[in-house]
């Protein structure tokens, strides 16, 4: 599990970025890492710091997202078989990816959600046409029910040859 | 000198080595966006090319380039101050005597000492200023001026304890050049004037420092511009143009990352310094943080407390490097040259660089660098013929 110098090194960034030093992290504390408000996806990456309907994190919070992306070798490490699946198993790390396009929870990506995660990325360089037939061709590559959506299944399966570990995990130097 | 002795006894201290920190936390992948997303096969594109942003964005939350430069740098040992003690714990009774004993000598000690230095240098500099202001101009005056701003800015540097070492002091800025260098503190005008002469460029402010600024410029021609000034950059430049064009004129100082940044890195450099002309003399100034935090934090202290601070640390050790002088070339624009000048002064001072905005500390990135990486993205999704 996590070292104590790495849950001291996240305290340490967690209250670094807590300008307003009340103990949590607001949306704004986020933005004001330039690396994250050029990423295409940085607002969906940070809602996703923030329980439903809330506007403030706390440390837990904080490391409770950060936690999907230790690296899964550490699960090795820990014999804790029989207990609740951790928060970095592959199948987690994909559920959470998952999560960004699904805002509205239904366990379905539509091709509405698909069309706007998609928008983000692209910004204005694509027409909505082209950008449709995207849309449209990628649902069809991985939707095996016939229902014009993608399950949380159906996006494992069309991951399955995708390294998840190595893409979605970040590993401490000591 | 008893600065000297007080560095050496610092020296002797055993570099206690507590908590060794690495300076970065985590491995960043550095893979860019084509290499990574380009390769995957169609049929998968689409969903794991989300899964590069989101760790890039990950990456960024846990440990970003830029907003560590507007924070203190950390140490790997303790030099027994307080202030850089974030990371390190409590080790043994002996080593709390030893800080109880530093704190004692520093703010019982050096502390009255330094401050009293410095109302004699502040004072001399705006008395001498202004008597010298008195006289017509005439190579007098001007010799007068020299001599009366190097006296009080080597008092200065006393009241600070400051040790500074210059290298190649053969490549000196001369007159009619503008001097550039890296910014950590407003300190570091001090520092530099302690070993010759500039027509200083900067705001108008209120205060002690507007007192300062008004006497010196009888002396000697600074460029004090006017809040409103300073927005209009055609006059700015202007005016130092016609400063730089006059070969009496002493080299004009300027920081062209215009903040203060922590003295690990050299920002963006600001084009404008390099739009004027003339000769560029690149100047690096790097601080030993073993001896004291030169970096003003300015958004966490205010003048006044950074000057305290200053002023209850061992000492102010710095290396001061002149590099050869630099002109603009026939077929490079300010940017390149900005660039290039700023490459040369990292590479002396042993800092790194990055392509990042000083103003970053306080504004907010702008929207076109997001842009780009929009535009990268989509460009890899029609090179792919994902277009049905």
Redesign the interface.
């Given at each position: 599990s996590v070292s104590h110098?790495q849950i001291?090194?996240?305290y340490?960034?967690f209250t670094?970025?807590d300008k307003g030093e009340n103990g949590t992290l607001s949306r704004e504390d986020?933005?004001?890492?330039?690396?994250?408000?050029?990423?295409?996806?940085?607002d969906r990456?940070i809602n996703a710091f923030f329980p439903e309907g809330e506007d403030q994190v706390n440390f837990r919070g904080f490391m409770r997202t950060?936690a999907h992306?230790r690296p899964i070798e550490d699960n090795e490490k820990s014999k804790d078989q029989n207990g609740p699946e951790p928060l970095n198993s592959r199948s987690n790390k994909l559920h959470?990816?998952f999560r960004?396009?699904d805002l509205d929870k239904d366990d379905k990506i539509s091709r509405e959600e698909l069309l706007q995660?998609?928008r983000m990325?692209?910004?204005?360089?694509?027409s909505d046409e082209?950008l449709g037939?995207?849309a449209?061709?990628?649902i069809q590559?991985?939707d095996q029910d016939g229902d014009s959506a993608i399950s949380f299944a159906e996006?494992v399966k069309?991951?399955e040859?995708?390294d998840?570990e190595q893409?979605?995990?970040?590993?401490?130097?000591? | 000198q008893w600065a000297t002795i007080r560095i050496e006894k610092g020296v002797k201290k055993p570099q206690r080595q507590m908590l060794k920190t690495a300076n970065g936390i985590i491995e960043r992948d550095e893979t860019p966006m084509e290499k990574e997303i380009a390769p995957q096969r169609r049929a998968s594109h689409k969903f794991s090319d989300t899964l590069y942003f989101c760790r890039k964005g990950f990456e960024a939350i846990v440990e970003d380039e830029v907003t560590q430069r507007f924070s203190s740098e950390e140490l790997l040992s303790w030099n027994l101050l307080t202030r850089t003690n974030v990371n390190f714990h409590y080790i043994s009774l002996r080593l709390t005597i030893v800080w109880v004993i530093g704190v004692v000598v520093r703010y019982c000690f050096l502390l009255p000492l330094r401050i009293t230095l410095a109302t004699i240098g502040i004072t001399s500099m705006i008395v001498g200023t202004t008597l010298v202001g008195q006289l017509p101009n005439s190579s007098l005056k001007n010799y007068m001026s020299e001599v009366v701003h190097l006296t009080c800015s080597r008092i200065l540097v006393r009241a600070l304890s400051g040790t500074i070492h210059y290298h190649n002091k053969e490549n000196r800025p001369k007159k009619g050049g503008i001097c550039v260098a890296n910014h950590t503190s407003p300190i570091d005008a001090i520092i530099l004037t302690n070993d010759g002469c500039y027509a200083m460029v900067g705001q108008v402010h209120g205060g002690l420092m507007g007192v300062i600024q008004r006497a010196t410029v009888k002396a000697c021609p600074h460029v004090w511009f006017e809040r409103s000034e300073i927005k209009d950059r055609h006059l700015v430049t202007k005016r130092l143009r016609e400063h730089v064009a006059d070969n009496s004129k002493l080299p004009i100082l300027i920081f062209p990352e215009g903040t203060c940044i922590n003295n690990t890195s050299v920002m963006m450099f600001k084009k404008g310094s390099f739009e004027i002309g003339g000769t560029i003399y690149p100047v690096a100034i790097k601080y030993d943080p073993q001896f004291g935090d030169a970096f003003w934090n300015s958004s966490k202290y205010n003048i006044v407390s950074y000057l305290l601070r200053i002023m209850t640390s061992w000492a102010i050790v710095c290396n001061v490097w002149y590099l050869p002088p630099m002109v603009r070339e026939e077929d490079e624009d300010a940017v390149q040259f900005a660039n290039r000048v700023r490459s040369a002064i990292a590479h002396r001072g042993g800092l790194t660089e990055l392509p990042w905005d000083g103003g970053l500390k306080r504004a907010k990135v702008k929207d076109t660098f997001r842009e780009e990486q929009q535009k990268n993205y989509s460009k890899m999704l029609v090179r792919n013929g994902s277009i049905g």
């Open positions: 110098s001291t090194r996240l340490s960034r670094s970025l986020f933005q004001r890492i330039p690396e994250l408000a050029i990423n295409p996806l940085g990456i950060l992306f959470f990816a960004l396009y995660v998609l990325m692209v910004g204005v360089n694509i082209q037939s995207i449209d061709r990628t590559e991985a996006f069309v991951l040859k995708v998840v893409k979605m995990s970040i590993r401490f130097l000591h | -």
